[in-house]
């Protein structure tokens, strides 16, 4: 059989012998039977280059190429070969081979197939090597392949790919997560449909332009763009340009979310502000320590010779009025202290379960005293309030500067109306089968003028007043706020402009504890004065002439006998030659050369019967810790009232004396 159907054909052979000895590659003549046999016609020397096999050998057994052909692609070679000899449509297959010395080849063939008279077909194939290729294009798909799998798990970088006519070609889930559209329904959209808002199509379209132009990407920038909902979120986008050979040029946009790191901002800011507010608290909390013992034995010593001088001024005397007038501003100064103190947590928290009835009832009574003309104070106090865990002292205060603020609104106003209430609260459980919250609730109100959004915002701010000058420091609700934190309270402020204002004040319940009262506050504020001891002997020593001088007086009116020391060496020289110890000993805290727990002390390792008072104008923590370690019985603060100061000294003169006293 012959396949030579051209008549000029053995004149071209040696032109076609010359072109498959040079060409890259083999030619080769693959003949298929009608039943299934097969050879090959003719190969070209370079088979011995592709398949390490001799061109005479592959023509002598066809079927030492087919044994060649990996086995993962041996049944698809066969499909092909006999799906082209049944259409006689070119063959064209990409197949792999190991070679007799165990290379492995990528290897591609085409041909045309021709049908013959009598049944057999007959394919002129060219087979080339395209290892090196097909190597190359695996590994830039696999790159990609895995460029874009990184692309698509990244959580947080929204990228998407875009064609120069702003078609998208890849959107990955992050993109869908920001925006709100599926790869589905974002791919093959325009940019400018997506997420572009419409005032901006002509700036994006401009840069695009000019970024295929110059072939540099669209600087970065912040932008607001538009989700699938309409809403609008920031990010910062930057944009990547590709222009790879034999590929249409493409750009990406990588987009960063800045709502989080924006709040992140915030909160940052907020905690430097609060940093900043911690620190000027701490620098005000040490000034106030600083100055609190010398402002207040300036203090104590006005209050003290004002009582001195009430006593010995008669009753109808022109001078009793401004002596009164002096007992009130003195009496602020030492408010504005404590309040300064407090504000800035200086002072030692004592809570213990109280009731807040009794707390009330007694603010209210000091309240009433001072209440302006033509307010209204109303005071209901609910059945049922639970206990609560708490200081008395500073709940009072909280009461205190919540009235006098209230008090202040409804200045000016027709009919001011100030009420105070006490209740018992419950909260409804937010989960299931959760137990009810109780609470303890105090809400002062007033029907003032209110105030507005901006001065809500500050109204907690340190030396933030809306006040005249002279009539208020902006300490009042700062104090309330820190107090309230400390006691784990919570307020909740209704207030606008001309509808006057409600501060509620929540206390978490103690229930199942035994309830302490506080009776003892009836006595702070006007205990009752005992008889003194007749002929007590008392020891006071203070550095400060001034107070030393006072304190003597008031305690030898009161009929003690009282010796005073300036210095304490002098007083300890004193102690050490005395025959019987003094009935007290009242010590400053505060001394040059030696402090009153030094004295303390040395006064028990003389004396250890003998009781120590420790008075000061800033009574710490610390001071109240080390106390008891040193013998001393009770801590007095300089600036409160004479009755109080006396309330300590006669308690401590009787517990050594006990009921039968000196003459």
């Known amino acids: 059989m012959s396949f030579r159907s051209d008549p000029g054909a053995s004149s071209r052979e040696p032109i076609f012998a010359s072109m498959a000895e040079h060409m890259s590659g083999a030619l080769l003549q693959y003949v298929l039977g009608p039943g299934g046999e097969h050879r090959i016609g003719w190969m070209s020397p370079g088979c011995q280059e592709i398949w390490e096999v001799a061109a005479q050998a592959a023509v002598q057994d066809a079927d030492l190429l087919w044994s060649l052909v990996d086995a993962q692609d041996l049944l698809a070679m066969r499909a092909s070969v006999l799906e082209s000899a049944r259409s006689l449509q070119d063959w064209t297959q990409d197949w792999r081979i190991t070679t007799p010395s165990g290379r492995h080849k990528w290897l591609h063939g085409v041909g045309r197939p021709q049908r013959q008279p009598d049944g057999w077909v007959v394919w002129n194939t060219v087979v080339v090597d395209v290892t090196d290729s097909k190597r190359s294009g695996d590994a830039m798909r696999d790159s990609e392949a895995r460029f874009r799998q990184l692309l698509e798990y990244v959580p947080n970088v929204s990228v998407q790919g875009y064609g120069l006519d702003l078609t998208t070609r890849y959107w990955n889930q992050a993109s869908e997560r920001l925006y709100g559209y599926s790869a589905a329904e974002a791919i093959g959209r325009n940019l400018l449909d997506l997420i572009i808002p419409p005032e901006m199509h002509a700036g994006v379209v401009g840069a695009v332009t000019e970024m295929i132009e110059s072939g540099l990407p669209i600087p970065a920038a912040d932008l607001s763009l538009r989700r699938k909902d309409g809403t609008f979120v920031e990010v910062h986008s930057s944009h990547v340009y590709l222009n790879i050979p034999g590929r249409e040029p493409e750009f990406y946009c990588i987009d960063f979310d800045l709502t989080e790191r924006r709040d992140s901002e915030a909160i940052r800011a907020l905690l430097q502000s609060q940093l900043r507010e911690s620190q ?384």
């Open 280 to 663: 000027k608290m701490e620098a005000l909390g040490t000034l106030a320590g600083g100055v609190a013992h010398d402002f207040n034995n300036i203090v104590a010593a006005i209050i003290g010779n004002v009582e001195l001088a009430l006593d010995d001024v008669p009753a109808n005397s022109p001078a009793r009025t401004s002596l009164m007038e002096i007992r009130k501003a003195s009496r602020r100064a030492r408010d504005l202290v404590q309040q300064i103190l407090a504000f800035s947590r200086r002072q030692v928290l004592e809570r213990q379960v109280i009731e807040l009835a009794p707390v009330v009832e007694e603010s209210v009574r000091l309240l009433r005293a001072t209440l302006p003309a033509g307010v209204e104070l109303n005071v209901q106090i609910g059945a049922g309030v639970p206990r609560v865990l708490a200081d008395a002292t500073q709940i009072e205060q909280v009461l205190l500067n919540l009235c006098t603020n209230a008090w202040q609104a409804v200045r000016g106003v027709a009919q001011g109306r100030v009420a105070i209430r006490l209740e018992a609260h419950v909260d409804s459980p937010a989960a299931v089968g959760a137990a009810p919250t109780a609470w303890a609730r105090l809400t002062v109100s007033d029907n003032g003028q209110g105030m507005s959004d901006e001065t809500r915002a500050r109204m907690f701010e340190p030396f933030f007043t809306t006040k005249p000058p002279g009539k208020g420091t902006g300490l009042g609700l700062a104090v309330v706020h820190g107090i309230l934190r400390d006691h784990d309270a919570v307020m909740e402020v209704h207030s606008a402009p001309g509808e006057g204002s409600i501060f509620s004040v929540s206390f978490p319940a103690v229930l199942g504890a035994a309830s302490a009262t506080v009776s003892h506050m009836a006595q702070q504020v006007h205990p009752q004065r005992a008889a003194s001891p007749q002929g007590a002997h008392i020891l006071y020593v203070d550095d400060d002439e001034m107070i030393a001088f006072l304190m003597e007086r008031l305690l030898q009116r009161e009929g003690y006998r009282v010796t005073v020391f300036t210095h304490a060496a002098h007083a300890l020289a004193a102690l050490r030659e005395q025959a019987e110890p003094f009935d007290l000993v009242i010590t400053d805290y505060n001394m040059p050369g030696m402090s009153g727990l030094d004295f303390a002390r040395a006064v028990k390792a003389l004396w250890p019967d003998s009781p120590v008072a420790i008075t000061s104008g800033y009574i710490s923590e610390e001071l109240r810790a080390q106390a008891p370690a040193a013998g001393v019985s009770e801590l007095i603060y300089k600036p409160n009232t004479v009755e109080e100061l006396f309330a300590a000294v006669d308690r401590l003169v009787r517990s050594v004396l006990g009921p039968q006293q000196r003459g």
